[in-house]
């Protein structure tokens, strides 16, 4: 088997999608301070990224999530790996993640923190891959809609590889003859 990375969104895109969202961000929570989740470790670039242009009192953390495992498909069970530390009751929380697939981790995510009571829970989401769907899951901020592909770059990995990418693309693998 032979894989390679083919371009699907390019750097600057991304930079001004992700301008764009932080925009947006900014529009609805101004005086808020809300609390930006990202979730671990996919959705770390797309963070910092989105912070970065994001200029008004927020407060960030992680939580990471175990259902990919090194598989190409969700296995459908998800386990916390690393809670967030700060304190979110009452708080209006946005989850930051790089991308949705089946919305399963999405899904648990949510329930999980609205045990914590926080005032309000918002999804920021760079990538959707809608087509893969098996649980419906709200997305508020959304970067770009992308085909049934294995994405790649820009924080998402393929067996741990492929995560420093500075563009987003996916692998296709070919058999060798
Ligand atoms: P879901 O629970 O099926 O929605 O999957 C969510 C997580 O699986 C994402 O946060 C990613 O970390 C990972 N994932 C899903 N699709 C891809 C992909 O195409 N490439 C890399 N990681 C993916
Ligand atoms: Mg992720």
Redesign the pocket.
Known sequence: MVTSARLLISQNKIQERVRELAREVKKDYLNKKPVLVG?LN??FIFMADLIRFLDMPAEFDFIAVA??GAKKN?SGK?NLLKDISLDIKNRNVIIV??????????DFIINYLKQKSPKSIRFCVLLN?RE?RKVPVQIDYCGFEVPN????GYG???NGQYRNLPYVGYIETKKLK
């Open positions: 979730v996919g959705a259902s990919y969700s998800v993640e790089d991308i949705i697939d089946t919305g399963i981790s999405t891959k893969r592909k294995f994405i790649i998402l990995d393929y």
